[in-house]
């Protein structure tokens, strides 16, 4: 399968995530109008959670799902949103769950699913959305990547092989991030590859490799990764 970013194309060899394409705008820092419209524009069901929906009102895109405890969302864009009918949940603000949570658990198994919306802020949210991505992709078997124009991670599971092509700017670094206790990993296409070495959650080294190629590719062998792509200015 292909998922296309304005910054390049995946090419992802799964058995998973054949199905419905999810484009989960959640609440964390702004992926900005021009790149969520562009991302939209690619056949996908828009899910907001909560604050994601100011994003999805201020880039114009439709809504398909709107859900949310309205703890954070401006109140004049969940109304002007719901008034075109989507589907719509709200939740007490007072729950065991988060927002991008409740979203997951209503996609269809074996989704295609990009999640925005997702970096900066509080690590806490980040390491917890990480985390319940990774555990419906593995429960539902969904293809999960989680972008905005500055950073992307294309999470992986074993058996799972990815691809990358730029289309102009090179990212300023690449890393693969252990998810489970031991991982097996190969990357080729940078400057440093690897060929089935074992990655450690205890020790994840691979980090801050270089692309060196138009096209690098990825496979994991055992265990889950993180495979990450960092395109932030002055970093």
Known sequence: ??????????????LAGQG????????????????LQTVAADEYLVWAADHG??????????????????????PANWEAIAANHPVIKTFPV?????????????????????????WGGRADHLL????????????????????????????????????????DKMPHAVSLLPLEQSNKVSIDGVQWPLSRSELLLTHPYAISNVMKNKTMTVSCTKGSIGFYLNFKDGT
């Open 94 to 118: 007072a729950k065991n769950d988060t927002d991008l949570g409740l979203v997951l658990k209503d996609i269809s198994p074996g989704s295609i699913i990009l999640a925005t919306g997702i």
């Open 53 to 74: 929906a100011d994003y999805c009102q201020a880039a114009g895109i439709k809504v398909s799902y709107l859900y949310g405890d309205k703890d954070s969302v401006n």
């Open 1 to 14: 399968m292909d998922i296309n970013l304005p910054v390049g194309n995946f090419k992802i060899t799964t």
């Open 128 to 167: 917890a959305n990480v985390f319940s991505l990774m555990g419906m992709k593995k429960k539902y078997g969904h293809a999960v990547l989680l972008a905005d124009s500055s950073e992307i991670m294309l999470l992986l599971t074993q058996g799972e092989r990815a691809s990358f092509t730029v289309e």
């Open 20 to 35: 419905e394409k999810a484009l989960i705008v959640a609440g964390g820092r702004d992926p900005g109008i021009k790149w």
